[in-house]
């Protein structure tokens, strides 16, 4: 198995995951890493994270707990354009959902995605992710996973 792994955003990470990319046609489907980290810069409550394999940064995840009820979200999951279609994501997703729900004490953790994003709607339903038949405020599909 792959040497997947998580590290803070910090001096020496944070411009090379700002520059990540995505194959083109996915931007539509999630928000940009600087748009993340300025989100994350306002609401202390997300934690972003730079995805490794190895050393070397091949994407980008950010999640968090929000509310008495410690809704827990894995919100953003991306993986660079050069490192896709490698089973990363579902690696990353994997160990993303045994850290969140450990470090949070949950054992149901939420998602959402934009209805046309297929890949993600796929990946996230063969992992256990349930579709809750609800749309966020933005119209996107929400899920849960139940550990």
């Given at each position: 198995?792959?040497?997947v792994y998580?590290?803070?955003?910090d001096d020496?990470?944070?411009?090379?995951?700002?520059?990540i990319?995505?194959?083109?046609?996915?931007?539509?489907?999630?928000e940009?890493?600087?748009?993340?980290?300025?989100?994350?810069?306002?609401?202390?409550?997300?934690?972003?994270?730079?995805?490794?394999?190895?050393?070397?940064?091949?994407g980008?995840a950010?999640?968090g707990?929000?509310?008495?009820?410690?809704?827990?979200?894995?919100?953003?999951?991306?993986?660079d354009?050069?490192?896709?279609?490698?089973g990363?994501?579902?690696?990353a997703?994997?160990?993303?959902?045994?850290?969140?729900?450990?470090?949070?004490?949950?054992n149901?953790?939420y998602?959402?995605?934009?209805?046309e994003?297929?890949v993600?709607?796929?990946?996230?339903?063969?992992?256990?992710?349930?579709?809750?038949n609800?749309?966020?405020?933005?119209?996107?599909?929400?899920?849960?996973?139940?550990i």
């Open positions: 198995m792959y040497n998580f590290r803070d955003i020496k990470n944070e411009f090379t995951v700002r520059n990319t995505l194959k083109s046609g996915q931007e539509n489907f999630i940009t890493v600087d748009e993340c980290l300025k989100e994350a810069s306002i609401y202390p409550e997300w934690h972003p994270v730079a995805i490794y394999k190895d050393e070397i940064i091949i980008f950010m999640y707990s929000f509310g008495p009820n410690k809704d827990t979200w894995i919100d953003r999951i991306m993986i354009e050069k490192y896709q279609g490698n990363y994501g579902r690696i997703m994997k160990k993303l959902i045994d850290i969140v729900s450990k470090e949070y004490g949950v149901v953790i998602l959402s995605i934009i209805e994003n297929k993600a709607y796929r990946l996230y339903t063969s992992m256990g992710f349930e579709f809750m609800e749309r966020d405020p933005n119209g996107e599909l929400l899920f849960k996973y139940t």
